[in-house]
Nanobody, 123 residues
Framework: QLQLVESGGGLVQPGRSLRLSCVAS????????IAWFRQAPGKEREGVSC????????NYAESLKGRFTISRDNAKNTVYLQMNSLKPEDTAVYYC????????????????WGQGTQVTVSS
């Protein structure tokens, strides 16, 4: 069973940064596209960013471009999400997910999910 474990969440003040990590176990990430999603209370899960298996293709939700950066280190079996200039509306549980094939931001197309990490942006 493929496993993904997120970490790096926490409470942060507006304007600060966080870096989330997603570590894979029991499989190697280099054959999978990896995406980050988030879900705020009472809202649908939304796509944040994704990276293709090679890292050559990176996609972002339009509203997050310029503040969030996805990267992957296949040698470490890890994908990162650097989040800068955080806003209260970024508060959510952040999930990483994996699938074979191309990178995309539709959550229903992903097969493997982590348990999520809470990010709270508040003063």
């Amino acid at each position: 069973q493929l496993q993904l474990v997120e970490s790096g969440g926490g409470l942060v003040q507006p304007g600060r940064s966080l870096r989330l990590s997603c570590v894979a176990s029991r499989f190697t990430l280099d054959s999978y596209s990896i995406a980050w999603f988030r879900q705020a209370p009472g809202k649908e899960r939304e796509g944040v960013s994704c990276a293709s298996s090679s890292g050559a293709t990176l996609n972002y939700a339009e509203s997050l471009k310029g503040r969030f950066t996805i990267s992957r280190d296949n040698a470490k079996n890890t994908v990162y999400l650097q989040m800068n200039s955080l806003k209260p509306e970024d508060t959510a549980v952040y999930y990483c997910a994996a699938r074979r094939g191309s990178c995309g931001l539709y959550y229903s197309t992903y097969d493997y999910w982590g348990q999520g990490t809470q990010v709270t942006v508040s003063s």
